[in-house]
């Protein structure tokens, strides 16, 4: 891979198994999990290539499906290269698995999409604080109070994404994320104040990351945008290679992915998409 082009995120598919069917997620889903000397030969050729700060995300499907290559992963990284950062986004059902390991790694933020007052006392816990369709901004409101009560302190906010928003929905997102900026500033002025972690990160796509993206197979992508099941059939597009080739990964521009993203949505799908996420960015530069 070429030097002016080296990446900061790095990004594992430990499985593409999940145990959960949520109506809004738009990933495929497989019986693949990906074997160890496949994860040994990503993180030792890959994470070089990485440009500091750096991040390894531990994906899927639900990581926490494979626990036994979640502990692996970390304990590598806290030995070999323990400035980088490593995100673990989770349904949460499989936390206990590893919470003797997360109490040792604090470092860790573990991303959480369903809450509870034992996951919020993780360290770097942060809530995953899903905006479906046509939901009420005072059910929204409440929601995040609660989380708010049950310890998390730190919110991930994304609206559903890849699913079609009617324009009285996407209105009602708006009112929503007005709803939202009222509890937060409540919060901080009650001495409760809550991280909004939207503000600090970008992406040319949304809920998707552009990086190095190794699949349960070891084959290597420029973005996690391959897990989107309309996506799949346009994945050669995004390939760079082999895992087991590290320094023979392929470069490709951005306007690669931008394309096969207008490629595998319909118009009203990906148009819907982008209004949210315009509000989710309008409701971040309001907070800024």
């Known amino acids: ?26 990933q495929t889903f497989m019986d693949r999990d990906m074997d160890e000397s496949t ?10 290539l990485l440009r500091t700060p750096s ?33 673990l986004p989770t349904n949460g059902r499989g936390l206990p698995a590893v919470a003797e390991l997360l109490a040792r790694r604090p470092k860790v933020e573990v991303f959480i999409s ?19 369709p046509g939901e009420a901004a005072a059910k929204t409101a409440r929601r995040l109070i609660e989380a708010r ?5 730190r919110f991930n906010f994304l609206p559903a994404y890849f699913v079609p928003w009617t324009p009285a929905q996407l209105e009602g997102l708006a009112l929503t994320f007005s709803a939202l900026r009222v509890v937060l500033s409540k919060m901080a002025a009650a001495g409760r ?50 895992v087991r ?23 009203e799908i990906l148009a819907s998409s982008l209004a949210a996420d315009a509000a989710l960015t309008a409701f971040c530069r309001a907070l800024a």
């Open 39 to 48: 994860l040994d030969a990503a993180l030792a050729g890959l994470l070089p």
């Open 149 to 153: 009560r049950m310890g998390f302190s």
């Open 1 to 26: 891979m070429k030097k002016n082009r080296l990446e900061r995120l790095l990004v594992l598919v430990l499985t593409r198994r999940c145990n959960q069917r949520c109506g809004f997620c738009p």
């Open 193 to 242: 104040a809550a991280e909004v972690v939207n503000l600090t990160r970008r992406g040319s796509t949304p809920l998707y990351n552009d990086g190095l993206v190794v699949d349960a197979d070891g084959e290597v992508y420029s973005s996690n945008l391959v897990l989107a099941d309309a996506v799949w059939p346009h994945r050669k597009r995004l390939s760079l290679g082999h």
């Open 245 to 267: 080739r590290p320094r023979a990964l392929a470069v490709r521009a951005r306007s690669e992915t931008s394309q096969v993203l207008k490629d595998s949505f319909s118009d």
């Open 114 to 132: 369903t809450p509870s007052a034992k996951s919020a006392r993780l360290p770097g816990a942060t809530h995953n604080f899903l905006l479906p």
């Open 55 to 87: 991040r390894v995300k531990l994906f899927g499907g639900e990581p926490l499906l494979r626990p036994d290559l979640v502990t692996r992963a970390v304990e590598f990284l806290a030995a070999k290269s323990p400035r980088t950062a490593i995100e």
